[in-house]
């Protein structure tokens, strides 16, 4: 330990009285410290608090007689106290809280517990241990003996005592309970150091080590247990062994562990001298000369005071962390303050920049290795270009450790897409090609951008090797594009998307594959009708587990002085294993590159824009997915369609084979047209074979979507008159306007077209379309034209009028004479007496008894078949009501003039006027509502 360096991180000055003079510590018979206090006792039972300036400020009587010990609790105000009432008495345990006060101001005295010596009364106490919670007390007293009392000593009436047996019935010199195991007692002689278990009804004793210690050098330690100091050294105990010793060669008045410090006093003839050593940072922290020997170490208020056999006080004030960091830094002692800083627990940034400093030293001094070594450990905190600018640029050292902090930053995933690039470079300029492939072939996920390493690979031209690297880490778009664009290896790629998931390759086939169709159209044309209907992987490669490493097969890749064509053909030629390389293993043992995925497919619509030039192609590409899935998209049969009437889809050597290959398309599109299941835009679908002037086509469309009357007009555009006629006798049922317009056509032609007019005002006579007088209008316009045909059109005509007209003469004289005898007989009801003789009820075909109801319509009712709401005939009332209702449907039917005027422009205006004058429907009553 004394090669330990040596700092003065203590302030060390005399306490002084209010004179100036240095103050006196007085010969007390005890001290303890703890909670703001310096506690004494003096030999009348007294105990004396003492201030800063050790000054007696409060003082109370404890005890009548002796104050033996007294310990003040060091998370508690409570004092505990060993003394006696009167000389030869047994000894009595005090606990005060000093924060309750008696009547006389003095600390309260909680409890008092009375030590049973029995007849040995003359021993008296020398020591005292005890724990914070004051569950437990131990006392050595000068004959050897150690008593042990246990319980709640604060709130139980009865404690229990017992005496623990001191094996050597030596004096002993120290007593101690463990920090941390409350079970272990310490106890310490001239000769040997115990450890004793307290169990629950005996004591285990073991001896630690010989010799012991005197009173003065031995002291609890946190860590471990105990801490004693001989001429030899220091040494630390647990419970039940040496732990560790310090050479510490010397006599020793006094030590005292504290924090991370062991406090020793020692003397070596008349030189005597205070250190404090650091065991945790390993250095020697204060060390100052004192003119006497050692009475007392005490601590409080922040500071150590040594009390010496002449009374004076030395206070020592230990100096800030920010200045002992100074001293350090003055003295290039980087690793000392960043150890001190971590223990600390200071923060983090500034740890790092003492670290960042440490390393700024380093490399001032040209130690470029060690420099960059701190500065490794700065990543995360320290920005990277700080340490890239000193060693960039530099020698063949300074670049190695240039890389191997970069290799460190990917290892912490504390890199860029730059911070790759400057890595890789810096192997290739090192040409240190073992690194460069251990760092690109690393084992579990990669700490470097597999995108950036291998774009830097393929600006190097080492496109083989980013091929393989992008193979390894499956980095799919980067392996497709150095096969299509730096290897030119078209095929491959086909292959390589050929094992994909159907994701991955949806993905590559969207991307590369308009590329891939110009070069090899057949072989992407096939796989897209795979990944389109029925996606299953090829095949998966079977690896065989070979003793080498995963990456093996880059090892003896040269990424010097290779060409293009070296780079390929070690890509395309696989070296076989050798067999003694090989291991045997079971089936199950196989490993799948890939899986097969599920079966599902793409949709076809997102690849049609790949086809664009290659249209021959695409035809091929749906024809097959309309086969193989009928209840395709609407944009499947729209495109294919289109290609269908196109005429520069595929190339003719000449004319006429331009001719047949048009017209084979078209057959295609009219059967694609008139196949019920396509599932093509039917709008979309006439505007095509309009576009592309497809007669049969358009006919087909026209005729599909019900647009007779565009049918008609195609025909009358061309002067199709036969057509015309078979349009209006094919479509005339559905659309009788036809045959209007084809006789208005007919009617402004100019040819002689007697034989289609004569067709047309048959159809017109037979399905009434027309009044005469209109057809006669018509027909006017035409200048040549038979009378012939017009006289049999009137005369069908005139005929039809005469039986529509003797009709109806019958219907109305038919419906006067009705009207006639409903007057007559309602005239009798009014002007002559009615005569009712019946005798029977019309509702229960009983004899007809008094009380009864009878009607003028000759229906009578007992009046018990009747309801009271009944004032009208149950019987007739039915037919009555009809008739009412029918009446207020046709009022209403006469005041709705949307109804009318509709009714006369569908059908004959006449007719229509006539129905509602026969129905009543202008009757002034109505006319007056409205």
Same mark, same amino acid.
């Given at each position: 330990m004394n090669h330990w360096k040596r700092f003065q991180f203590f302030d060390k000055q005399i306490v002084k009285d209010e004179e100036n003079k240095p103050a006196q510590f007085g010969d007390y018979k005890c001290v303890t410290t703890g909670r703001g206090h310096i506690i004494s006792a003096d030999n009348n039972g007294n105990i004396l608090f003492l201030n800063q300036d050790f000054k007696p400020v409060q003082e109370f009587p404890a005890y009548k007689n002796n104050v033996f010990l007294i310990y003040q609790m060091k998370h508690s105000y409570k004092l505990v106290t060993v003394g006696d009432e009167a000389p030869n008495s047994q000894p009595i345990i005090k606990i005060f809280d000093l924060i309750l006060k008696n009547k006389k101001g003095d600390p309260s005295c909680k409890k008092e517990i009375k030590i049973g010596l029995g007849k040995n009364v003359e021993i008296q106490p020398t020591h005292l241990t005890l724990l914070e919670d004051l569950t437990q007390i131990a006392i050595a007293f000068n004959d050897g003996s150690i008593i042990h009392l246990r319980g709640n000593l604060t709130s139980d009436r009865t404690i229990n005592q017992r005496f623990i047996r001191n094996p050597s019935k030596d004096p002993i010199n120290a007593l101690i309970f463990h920090p941390k195991m409350h079970n272990v007692l310490f106890y310490v002689t001239d000769e040997e150091i115990y450890s004793v278990f307290i169990g629950d009804r005996e004591y285990s004793h073991m001896i630690l080590d010989q010799p012991g210690a005197k009173e003065s050098c031995v002291s609890a330690y946190e860590k471990y247990g105990l801490m004693i100091g001989r001429e030899d050294g220091i040494h630390f105990f647990t419970n039940d062994m040496k732990v560790a010793s310090y050479g510490l060669f010397g006599q020793k008045s006094s030590i005292l562990s504290h924090k991370d410090y062991a406090i020793i006093f020692s003397h070596e003839k008349s030189k005597y001298t205070i250190n404090f050593y650091d065991l945790t940072n390993s250095f020697i922290a204060f060390s100052a000369p004192f003119p006497l020997d050692c009475k007392y170490i005490l601590y409080e208020w922040g500071s150590f005071y040594v009390i010496t056999t002449d009374n004076k006080i030395y206070q020592l004030t230990e100096k800030s962390l920010e200045s002992k960091f100074e001293t350090l830094f003055r003295k290039n002692l980087y690793d000392t303050a960043i150890t001190l800083a971590h223990h600390h627990q200071y923060d983090a940034n500034i740890i790092m920049d003492m670290v960042r400093q440490y390393g700024d030293h380093l490399y001032s001094k040209g130690d470029y290795d060690g420099a960059i070594e701190r500065y490794i450990k700065t990543i995360g905190k320290l920005e990277p270009s700080y340490v890239i600018k000193l060693f960039l640029g530099g020698d063949d050292n300074r670049i190695r450790n240039l890389a191997l902090y970069l290799q460190e930053l990917h290892r912490q995933k504390q890199s860029n897409d730059e911070h790759t690039t400057l890595l890789l470079n810096c192997y290739v300029k090192l040409k240190d090609e073992k690194n460069l492939k251990a760092f690109l072939t690393q084992e579990g996920k990669p700490s470097f951008d597999i995108e950036t390493a291998i774009r830097v690979l393929r600006h190097g031209k080492y496109s083989t090797y980013a091929l393989q690297l992008a193979e390894l880490y499956q980095e799919h778009a980067s392996y497709l594009t150095i096969q299509i664009e730096d290897l030119k290896n078209h095929r491959g790629a086909l292959d390589y998307i050929k094992t994909l998931n159907f994701k991955e390759a949806e993905e590559s086939l969207k991307k590369y594959g308009k590329t891939l169709l110009s070069v090899i159209p057949q072989e992407t044309t096939e796989f897209l009708m795979k990944l389109c209907t029925n996606y299953v992987p090829e095949k998966p490669k079977v690896i065989i587990k070979e003793k080498k490493p995963k990456a093996q097969s880059l090892e003896n890749l040269q990424i010097e002085n290779m060409t293009q064509e070296e780079q390929r053909s070690l890509l395309f030629e696989k070296p076989?294993?050798?067999?003694?390389?090989?291991?045997?293993?079971?089936?199950?043992?196989?490993?799948?590159?890939?899986?097969?995925?599920?079966?599902?497919?793409?949709?076809?619509?997102?690849?049609?824009?790949?086809?664009?030039?290659?249209?021959?192609?695409?035809?091929?590409?749906?024809?097959?997915?309309?086969?193989?899935?009928?209840?395709?998209?609407?944009?499947?049969?729209?495109?294919? $369609?289109? &290609?269908?009437?196109?005429?520069? /889809? !595929?190339?003719?050597?000449?004319?006429?084979? @331009?001719? #047949?290959?048009?017209?084979?398309?078209?057959?295609?599109?009219?059967?694609?047209?008139?196949?019920?299941?396509?599932?093509?835009?039917?709008?979309?679908?006439?505007?095509?074979?309009?576009?592309?002037?497809?007669?049969?086509?358009?006919?087909y469309m026209l005729e599909k979507k019900q647009l007779y009357f565009e049918i008609l007009q195609s025909h009358m555009k061309n002067k199709n008159y036969e057509n015309i006629i078979r349009s209006c006798q094919k479509y005339g049922n559905q659309e009788k306007s036809l045959w209007l317009h084809a006789l208005n056509f007919f009617a402004s032609c100019e040819d002689d077209c007697s034989r289609e007019i004569r067709i047309i005002l048959d159809s017109?006579?037979? $399905?009434? &379309?027309?009044?005469?007088?209109? /057809? !006669?209008?018509?027909?006017?316009?035409?200048? @040549?034209? #038979?009378?012939?045909?017009?006289?049999?059109?009137?005369?069908?005509?005139?005929?039809?009028?005469?039986?529509?007209?003797?009709?109806?003469?019958?219907?109305?004289?038919?419906?006067?004479?009705?009207?006639?005898?409903?007057?007559?007989?309602l005239e009798v009801f009014r002007t002559q007496p009615f005569n009712i003789q019946k005798s029977i009820c019309s509702e229960c075909d009983g004899l007809l008894d008094l009380p009864s109801i009878n009607f003028l319509c000759g229906h009578s009712f007992h009046l018990r078949c009747l309801t009271i709401s009944e004032s009208e005939c149950p019987i007739c009332s039915q037919n009555f009501s009809l008739a009412l209702d029918r009446k207020k449907q046709l009022e209403q039917k006469g005041l709705n003039h949307e109804d009318f005027r509709k009714d006369l422009d569908s059908e004959n205006g006449f007719s229509k006027i006539a129905e509602y004058f026969g129905k009543g429907l202008f009757s002034q009553s109505i006319l007056e509502k409205k």
């Amino acid at each position: 330990m004394n090669h330990w360096k040596r700092f003065q991180f203590f302030d060390k000055q005399i306490v002084k009285d209010e004179e100036n003079k240095p103050a006196q510590f007085g010969d007390y018979k005890c001290v303890t410290t703890g909670r703001g206090h310096i506690i004494s006792a003096d030999n009348n039972g007294n105990i004396l608090f003492l201030n800063q300036d050790f000054k007696p400020v409060q003082e109370f009587p404890a005890y009548k007689n002796n104050v033996f010990l007294i310990y003040q609790m060091k998370h508690s105000y409570k004092l505990v106290t060993v003394g006696d009432e009167a000389p030869n008495s047994q000894p009595i345990i005090k606990i005060f809280d000093l924060i309750l006060k008696n009547k006389k101001g003095d600390p309260s005295c909680k409890k008092e517990i009375k030590i049973g010596l029995g007849k040995n009364v003359e021993i008296q106490p020398t020591h005292l241990t005890l724990l914070e919670d004051l569950t437990q007390i131990a006392i050595a007293f000068n004959d050897g003996s150690i008593i042990h009392l246990r319980g709640n000593l604060t709130s139980d009436r009865t404690i229990n005592q017992r005496f623990i047996r001191n094996p050597s019935k030596d004096p002993i010199n120290a007593l101690i309970f463990h920090p941390k195991m409350h079970n272990v007692l310490f106890y310490v002689t001239d000769e040997e150091i115990y450890s004793v278990f307290i169990g629950d009804r005996e004591y285990s004793h073991m001896i630690l080590d010989q010799p012991g210690a005197k009173e003065s050098c031995v002291s609890a330690y946190e860590k471990y247990g105990l801490m004693i100091g001989r001429e030899d050294g220091i040494h630390f105990f647990t419970n039940d062994m040496k732990v560790a010793s310090y050479g510490l060669f010397g006599q020793k008045s006094s030590i005292l562990s504290h924090k991370d410090y062991a406090i020793i006093f020692s003397h070596e003839k008349s030189k005597y001298t205070i250190n404090f050593y650091d065991l945790t940072n390993s250095f020697i922290a204060f060390s100052a000369p004192f003119p006497l020997d050692c009475k007392y170490i005490l601590y409080e208020w922040g500071s150590f005071y040594v009390i010496t056999t002449d009374n004076k006080i030395y206070q020592l004030t230990e100096k800030s962390l920010e200045s002992k960091f100074e001293t350090l830094f003055r003295k290039n002692l980087y690793d000392t303050a960043i150890t001190l800083a971590h223990h600390h627990q200071y923060d983090a940034n500034i740890i790092m920049d003492m670290v960042r400093q440490y390393g700024d030293h380093l490399y001032s001094k040209g130690d470029y290795d060690g420099a960059i070594e701190r500065y490794i450990k700065t990543i995360g905190k320290l920005e990277p270009s700080y340490v890239i600018k000193l060693f960039l640029g530099g020698d063949d050292n300074r670049i190695r450790n240039l890389a191997l902090y970069l290799q460190e930053l990917h290892r912490q995933k504390q890199s860029n897409d730059e911070h790759t690039t400057l890595l890789l470079n810096c192997y290739v300029k090192l040409k240190d090609e073992k690194n460069l492939k251990a760092f690109l072939t690393q084992e579990g996920k990669p700490s470097f951008d597999i995108e950036t390493a291998i774009r830097v690979l393929r600006h190097g031209k080492y496109s083989t090797y980013a091929l393989q690297l992008a193979e390894l880490y499956q980095e799919h778009a980067s392996y497709l594009t150095i096969q299509i664009e730096d290897l030119k290896n078209h095929r491959g790629a086909l292959d390589y998307i050929k094992t994909l998931n159907f994701k991955e390759a949806e993905e590559s086939l969207k991307k590369y594959g308009k590329t891939l169709l110009s070069v090899i159209p057949q072989e992407t044309t096939e796989f897209l009708m795979k990944l389109c209907t029925n996606y299953v992987p090829e095949k998966p490669k079977v690896i065989i587990k070979e003793k080498k490493p995963k990456a093996q097969s880059l090892e003896n890749l040269q990424i010097e002085n290779m060409t293009q064509e070296e780079q390929r053909s070690l890509l395309f030629e696989k070296p076989q294993p050798k067999k003694e390389d090989i291991q045997i293993i079971s089936n199950q043992d196989i490993l799948l590159e890939r899986q097969p995925s599920a079966r599902i497919s793409s949709a076809a619509k997102e690849f049609i824009d790949l086809f664009v030039e290659k249209p021959e192609w695409l035809i091929k590409f749906l024809e097959f997915i309309i086969k193989e899935q009928p209840n395709s998209e609407e944009l499947i049969y729209n495109t294919l $369609l289109e &290609l269908y009437l196109r005429d520069d /889809v !595929i190339e003719a050597q000449d004319e006429i084979e @331009k001719e #047949k290959i048009t017209k084979n398309l078209r057959n295609e599109a009219l059967k694609l047209l008139s196949n019920p299941q396509s599932n093509f835009n039917e709008d979309h679908g006439l505007v095509l074979v309009k576009m592309y002037n497809f007669p049969e086509g358009i006919t087909y469309m026209l005729e599909k979507k019900q647009l007779y009357f565009e049918i008609l007009q195609s025909h009358m555009k061309n002067k199709n008159y036969e057509n015309i006629i078979r349009s209006c006798q094919k479509y005339g049922n559905q659309e009788k306007s036809l045959w209007l317009h084809a006789l208005n056509f007919f009617a402004s032609c100019e040819d002689d077209c007697s034989r289609e007019i004569r067709i047309i005002l048959d159809s017109v006579e037979r $399905l009434n &379309l027309l009044e005469p007088l209109l /057809v !006669i209008q018509i027909l006017s316009r035409k200048k @040549k034209i #038979k009378f012939e045909i017009v006289r049999d059109f009137l005369t069908k005509i005139m005929s039809n009028f005469n039986i529509e007209l003797k009709s109806d003469k019958q219907q109305i004289e038919q419906s006067e004479r009705t009207r006639e005898e409903l007057k007559e007989e309602l005239e009798v009801f009014r002007t002559q007496p009615f005569n009712i003789q019946k005798s029977i009820c019309s509702e229960c075909d009983g004899l007809l008894d008094l009380p009864s109801i009878n009607f003028l319509c000759g229906h009578s009712f007992h009046l018990r078949c009747l309801t009271i709401s009944e004032s009208e005939c149950p019987i007739c009332s039915q037919n009555f009501s009809l008739a009412l209702d029918r009446k207020k449907q046709l009022e209403q039917k006469g005041l709705n003039h949307e109804d009318f005027r509709k009714d006369l422009d569908s059908e004959n205006g006449f007719s229509k006027i006539a129905e509602y004058f026969g129905k009543g429907l202008f009757s002034q009553s109505i006319l007056e509502k409205k």
